[in-house]
C-alpha cells in the first residue's frame, strides 16, 4: 500500500467512525468553531486536570469527511498530553498544513505523525485546508478560555 492510499484509508476510517465523539460530563474548558463555507461546525470539550494535563477530550459537531476527521485524530492524538506538549502538536500541525513538508515534533511517535500526515493532501485546496484546521484552532481557543466562536471566514 502506498502512503496515500494509507492516508486516504485513514481519513475515511476517521471521518467515517469518528473517535471520541460526544460530550463529557467534567470537562473544565470547551470552545466552539464554525467554518461556514464547508458548513462544519465543532465542539470541543477537554479538562485539564492540576498537573495541566489534559484528561479527557471530546468533541460534538458535523460537517465534511475532512473535518470530521481531523477532530477524531485530534482529540486521539492530545489526550494525556501536557499543555505545553497539546500547543507544540497544534502548531506543528497547523504549520505542516499550511507549508512544512513534515513534522518536526518529537513529541509524537511516528505512527502519531502518520495519522496527523494522512491529512497533509488538504494543502493544495485553501477550501479543504479550512475544513482540516478547525478543530485545531477551536482546541486552542479552549485552552485559551476564548469566548469567541472560532470562525474560519470574517
Ligand atoms: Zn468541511
Known amino acids: 500500500m502506498d502512503l496515500k492510499d494509507l492516508y486516504q484509508e485513514i481519513i475515511l476510517d476517521h471521518g467515517k467512525n469518528p473517535r471520541n465523539l460526544g460530550k463529557f460530563d ?36 458535523h460537517g465534511c469527511a475532512i473535518s470530521m476527521a481531523s477532530a477524531s485524530i485530534m482529540t486521539d492524538m492530545v489526550r494525556g498530553k501536557e499543555e505545553k506538549e497539546v500547543k507544540e502538536i497544534v502548531s506543528d ?33 485553501p477550501m479543504r485546508v479550512k475544513c482540516a484546521t478547525l478543530s485545531w484552532h477551536t482546541l486552542t481557543s479552549a485552552l485559551d478560555n476564548s469566548d469567541q466562536i472560532v470562525k474560519t471566514e470574517e
Open 26 to 61: 467534567n470537562y473544565n474548558k470547551d470552545a466552539k468553531g464554525n467554518n461556514p463555507l464547508c458548513g462544519d461546525n465543532v465542539h470541543v470539550y477537554l479538562r485539564l486536570n492540576e498537573n495541566k494535563k489534559v484528561e479527557d477530550i471530546a468533541f460534538e459537531g
Open 93 to 125: 500541525f497547523l504549520g505542516m498544513i499550511k507549508e512544512k513538508d513534515s513534522l518536526v515534533t518529537n513529541i509524537l511517535k511516528d505512527d502519531e505523525k502518520t495519522k496527523l500526515m494522512s491529512l497533509s493532501g488538504v494543502k493544495q485546496y
